[in-house]
């Protein structure tokens, strides 16, 4: 039997304190062995992650990193939440966004799980407004808030569900919601707008109900980064601000007739911190209204559309579940779980009911909802936040220089900042510095496509809507059709040179990429037996130093056309090209395809 000393157990007490500087010292030596050189001071460095927006994630946090006292949950800058209980009370709001005319999925969502509907309705939606009350038949709207995405046919979709209140009985001060007007994100979308006045002049008829939705998923679609996302938010709340005090409402009435709608991603952190961030910068304005009470900003977190993929698509489960993840421990008030075939074409029974089982399993099952602000404290997750923030606000100032939102969605100024931003992220998908699990890493060609119904053509003639799998499936297209054209796919047959021990890890890496562009490539038998006309060379450079030109010459003689290696560029003849970690694998792919014979 153990017996504790009487202060307790000190589970450090006996080890001396560790200097900032002698982990360093530690992570150089490791860098060195590895064959990076590097001082004691830069290793810290040489481990850092660049970020979006000049922003950057170092591998180790301390005290020292310590960001401004977050506060309070309910109190201003509301950074750790808007609401002084959080989510502890029965987690955050499950919606669910439906955009067909199918009541039956709506009754069956609400029946297990979803607690109120996300309804887009007219122009870019499978729900005309005329609809709406078949497509909240059977719904009991005084229990589940339905919240309106019908751009320019905003108020003629409100007072329809106003009249289905009506007619179902439902007491105007039980009503909760959105009537999710936002002429500004349909202008993004569509480069039109529309009068926002016809409806803040519903506004009061159910106090319950919210009137408009700061929509920043069109600026995020649009291949923005955060802190675009932040500073555009930011900017067209305001305006709407503006609008609503013209329109003879207090600066606190106003306020409290906003939401904020943003993505959730699968990177954990940096959404945790963006929502953290967008609260602070919303309180700032509030400040700066003279009503810092009303700054607490509702949140609605939707996971990325630009995240999803279309091949591969069950891994898209995964990507939801890390981003309701981090949209949960952000502290949204609201999150929407997109189903994982969303970008195939209407979602399936299956499909909805893992979508809104992701957040009852994180609610639930993990408790994820039992604590408020359950990353506050993390020193990164702090220091993120304060420099997103900054970061954010930076934008917004630049936009109202501008003119504000209505402005610089008018001039191109904002088009041109994102697509400066996408532009440089492209880069990286291309390289593949940013993987995409089952499209750009780990392909599988083999995999049984996955087929659904077609879904509503989405609203165009505003900002573009980027996916980060683009560029890889159109790739991945050439070659199916090519399959559907010759019987079978362009091939490259990967030429293993010595024991496995020299060749397994670049073999790999060359089957990766070319398989990435929709290429099978043959690793089994002889060149000959193949079906190929092109060949990847894969060993280790000591091997490639004694056997690459002699074996690129045969090849040739073979027959093989063109000879690539898997390695870093050298000078080896009969070598044409070169296939490398952070070679351009879209380009690389494209070229290979063109030489192949596969139509564009």
Not at 250 to 269: K, M
Not at 287 to 311: D, F, I, L, N, Y
Request: charged share 25%; aromatic share 6%; with cysteine.
């Amino acid at each position: 039997m153990t017996v504790l000393p009487d202060d307790g157990l000190a589970l450090a007490a006996e080890f001396p304190d560790a200097t900032h500087e002698q982990w360093q010292h530690l992570v150089a030596g490791v860098l060195r062995k590895s064959g990076k050189e590097v001082s004691d001071t830069a290793a810290e460095d040489a481990l850092a992650t660049v970020l979006e927006d000049g922003l950057g994630a170092r591998p180790l946090y301390t005290a020292r990193d310590a960001a401004p006292d977050p506060g309070l949950p309910g109190f201003a800058p509301f950074v750790r939440g808007g609401r002084a209980a959080g989510n502890t009370v029965g987690g955050w709001d499950v919606r669910q966004r439906h955009a067909t005319a199918d009541g039956q999925a709506v009754l069956t969502d609400l029946e297990n799980g979803v607690t109120s509907v996300w309804l887009p309705l007219g122009e870019g939606s499978g729900i005309q407004v005329s609809e709406l009350g078949r497509v909240l038949d059977g719904v009991y709207l005084d229990l589940a808030p339905v919240v309106l995405d019908a751009g320019a046919e905003t108020e003629a979709a409100a007072l329809a569900l106003f009249k289905v209140h009506e007619e179902r009985g439902v007491a105007p001060d039980a009503v909760r919601g959105n009537l999710g007007a936002d002429p500004l994100g349909f202008e993004a979308r569509t480069g039109r707008s529309y009068d926002l006045a016809p409806v803040l002049k519903l506004v009061g008829r159910h106090p319950g109900l919210r009137a408009l939705t700061v929509d920043a998923l069109p600026y995020h679609e649009a291949g923005g980064s955060a802190a675009q996302e932040l500073g555009a938010s930011l900017a067209t709340g305001v305006a709407y601000l503006r609008a609503l005090t013209e329109a003879g409402f207090s600066a606190e009435q106003a306020c409290a007739q906003l939401e904020f709608r943003y993505a959730a991603t699968a990177d954990q952190f940096l959404t945790i911190a963006k929502l953290r961030a967008a609260r602070r910068l919303w309180a700032r304005v509030a400040e700066a209204c003279g009503v810092p009470k009303a700054g607490a900003q509702v949140q609605h977190a939707v996971t990325s559309p630009v995240m999803m993929t279309r091949r591969d698509p069950w891994v898209n489960m995964l990507r939801a579940t890390i981003a309701t993840l981090a949209a949960g421990a952000g502290g949204a008030d609201a999150v929407t779980v997109l189903p994982f075939d969303q970008e195939l074409g209407v979602p399936d029974a299956f499909a909805r009911r893992i979508a809104r089982n992701t957040s009852t399993v994180l609610i639930e099952e993990s408790h994820l909802a039992r604590v408020i602000d359950p990353a506050g404290g993390s020193w990164y997750v702090e220091r993120l936040t304060d420099e997103l923030a900054h970061a954010g606000w930076e934008f917004f100032r630049t936009i109202e220089r501008d003119g504000g939102q209505a402005a610089v969605l008018r001039s191109g100024r904002l088009r041109t900042d994102l697509a400066t931003t996408w532009a440089e992220r492209s880069k990286k998908l291309a390289k593949r510095r940013e993987p995409i699990t089952g499209v750009s890493e780990f392909p599988h060609l083999a995999e049984k496509p996955v087929v659904r119904e077609p879904a509503p053509e989405p609203l165009t003639g505003g900002l573009p809507r980027v996916r980060r799998d683009e560029a890889y499936e159109e790739l991945r297209a050439r070659s199916d059709a090519h399959l559907a054209a010759t019987g079978g796919r362009p091939r490259v047959f990967l030429a293993a040179l010595g024991p496995a021990a020299a060749h397994t890890a670049r073999l790999t890496f060359a089957a990766n990429l070319f398989q990435a562009g929709g290429i099978e490539a043959v690793t089994e038998g002889t060149f000959a037996d193949s079906g190929a006309t092109e060949v990847c060379l894969c060993s280790s450079d000591a091997l490639y130093a004694e056997q690459a030109e002699d074996t690129a010459r045969e090849l040739r003689a073979a027959g093989a056309t063109h000879v690539s290696l898997a390695g870093r560029p050298a000078e080896y003849a009969g070598v044409d090209s070169y296939v490398f970690a952070g070679c351009d694998a879209v380009s690389v792919l494209t070229d290979a395809l063109d030489r192949l014979g596969v139509s564009r």
